[in-house]
């Protein structure tokens, strides 16, 4: 059965489908960048609102500015904009759910006055966005790229804007030039502070544009922070057949997601905004100790699964994940490493989230890789894996796990595995790597004498016992038994 308004009587005696009338709600959160994550994340979330006839002016209007975009407003145009959720449970069931809440969608590069004109709208008091970390348009150094020919082409006057920069600028002109207040503008782009990023990104395009529009985004607009979590790979071929085997639901661009789900987002939304916290949202005033929790122990967990399970022979990060001593190798990592070195999480228990984490990695119905945690590991180990070592060496702390994670890494980065097999490292700074892991040969910690990854930690005595210890049993007993002896008592 396909999914149209008409068909959903009967869809709805196979799988949940809105209740709500459709029709009835109106826009009032315009959100860039419909890929999968938005449609299992924030789209859902309003979903529900709207099925506890919580939300009727909060409609979600959807807008592609890529020209990839195109497949996505074909594909929601053809199901009247909605599109079925499936949750994969680790035992292998799906809980499938028509989502009703993208009530429009408008592709830009087609009609960017129909766009404008939404965002100008009294009733769209919410902009949010998932248009990856390169989306915020940020040179290395974290300055708006001015050069970017899409900026420069959306600066010259007259010009129709194509980049999100210079529809939303256009749209807040507008709005100034009626007398109404700027939308409040929600990043959920997986970024440490995305809030003051976009803050920083919007402000510095409408600076090119105009100063005085600047002025007045700076000192009316809210970007409130965000931290969003919930496994969404990409949709493939066959998991849209599978829903189609085991539902007869015909869904040209399903979602498949795991069962967790998180948003904790700063309350900050001067013109209003549904009543987010009645299903589940975590509102607050400071987002900065839940972001430190996911990128220490999930991120950080990711990378730990990385090297060393690749290693070890892994391809699929349930299979690393469900290995005992893999197990217990990531619990004693965040329990006796990374933990504490959190502040408190309010609302949170972290016992809880850790041994939660172990249950998302070993979830077999998501499908995760290796290769993917394993990807661009110099600007991700710097981040969520050294600022560990760091906290831990300056409080005394243990840091076995963290030196091996480290060191499995370099062992990575020899790119041959313990098959002899050849590692593809994926990163931009693969090169420059391959190097300082073959120098470890005749050079005991070379590896970490780059000090634009690795700061003064290559210095520090303690590391490089515990980092040099790891790597001398990674190339004498392996991966797996390296993890098993760490691993012993942790469950
Ligand atoms: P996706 O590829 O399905 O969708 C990405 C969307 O972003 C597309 O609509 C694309 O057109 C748009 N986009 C990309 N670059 C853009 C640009 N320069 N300007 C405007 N739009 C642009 O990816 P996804 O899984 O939906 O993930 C998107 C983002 O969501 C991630 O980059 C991440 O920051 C965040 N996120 C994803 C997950 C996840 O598990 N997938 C989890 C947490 C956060």
């Not at 592609?64 to 599109?83: E, H, I, K, S």
């Not at 510095?204 to 409130?224: I, K, T, V, Y």
């Not at 409080?395 to 020899?414: F, L, S």
């Amino acid at each position: 059965i396909p999914i149209t308004a008409r068909t959903l009587p009967d869809l709805a005696g196979t799988i949940s489908v809105p209740s709500y009338r459709r029709s009835e709600i109106s826009t009032g959160i315009v959100h860039f960048g419909v890929g999968g994550f938005h449609r299992a994340h924030q789209a859902r979330y309003l979903d529900l609102l709207h099925e506890a006839q919580a939300a009727p002016d909060w409609g979600i209007c959807g807008v592609g500015v890529l020209p990839a975009d195109r497949r996505m407003r074909d594909a929601l145009a053809t199901q009247d904009g909605m599109y079925t959720l499936c949750v994969a449970a680790p035992d292998g069931a799906w809980t499938p759910r028509v989502v009703g809440s993208i009530v429009e969608y408008h592709w830009a590069p087609e009609d960017p006055e129909t766009v404008i004109e939404r965002l100008a709208a009294p009733g769209t008091r919410i902009l949010t966005l998932t248009i990856t970390e390169g989306g915020y348009n940020c040179t290395p150094e974290g300055e708006f790229d001015v050069d970017h020919p899409a900026i420069r082409a959306d600066l010259a006057p007259d010009a129709m804007p194509g980049t999100v920069f210079g529809l939303v600028a256009e749209a807040l002109a507008r709005r100034r030039a009626r007398g109404l207040r700027p939308f409040t503008i929600v990043s959920c782009d997986n970024i440490a502070g995305n809030g003051r990023i976009a803050r920083a990104s919007f402000t510095a395009f409408a600076r090119l544009r105009d100063p005085e529009l600047a002025r007045w985004l700076s000192a009316e607009g809210a970007f409130p922070n965000s931290m969003v979590d919930r496994i969404t790979p990409v949709t493939t071929e066959p998991m849209r057949a599978e829903l189609a085997r085991r539902f007869g639901v015909d869904d040209s661009w399903p979602v498949l997601t795991e069962p967790f789900t998180q948003w904790v987002l700063e309350d900050e939304f001067p013109l209003g905004r549904p009543d987010l916290d009645r299903v589940g949202v975590q509102l607050v005033g400071d987002v900065a100790p839940y972001e430190l929790m996911k990128l220490r122990l999930l991120n950080g967990s990711h990378q730990a699964l990385a090297y060393l399970g690749h290693l070890a022979g892994y391809r699929l990060v349930h299979e690393a994940a469900a290995d005992p001593d893999f197990a217990g190798f990531l619990s004693r990592y965040m329990a006796t490493e990374a933990l504490p070195t959190l502040p408190p999480v309010p609302g949170i228990d972290l016992v809880a989230y850790r041994r939660e984490l172990l249950v998302r990695f070993g979830n077999a119905a998501i499908g995760d890789t290796i290769a993917r945690l394993g990807a661009d590991a110099s600007d991700r180990i710097p981040k969520w894996v050294l600022p560990v070592i760091s906290d831990r060496l300056a409080g005394e702390g243990e840091i076995a796990c963290a030196a091996t994670v480290v060191a499995g890494w370099a062992r990575y980065c020899t790119g041959v595995d313990e098959q002899g097999e050849p590692i593809e490292i994926v990163d931009p700074l693969r090169d420059r790597l391959r190097e300082l892991a073959a120098r470890e040969e005749w050079e005991p910690g070379a590896f970490l004498s780059e000090r634009t990854l690795f700061g003064t930690l290559g210095e520090q005595p303690r590391f490089v016992a515990a980092y040099r210890k790891a790597l001398q049993s990674l190339r004498t007993r392996g991966a797996r038994a390296t993890v098993r002896e760490l691993a012993a008592g942790h469950p």
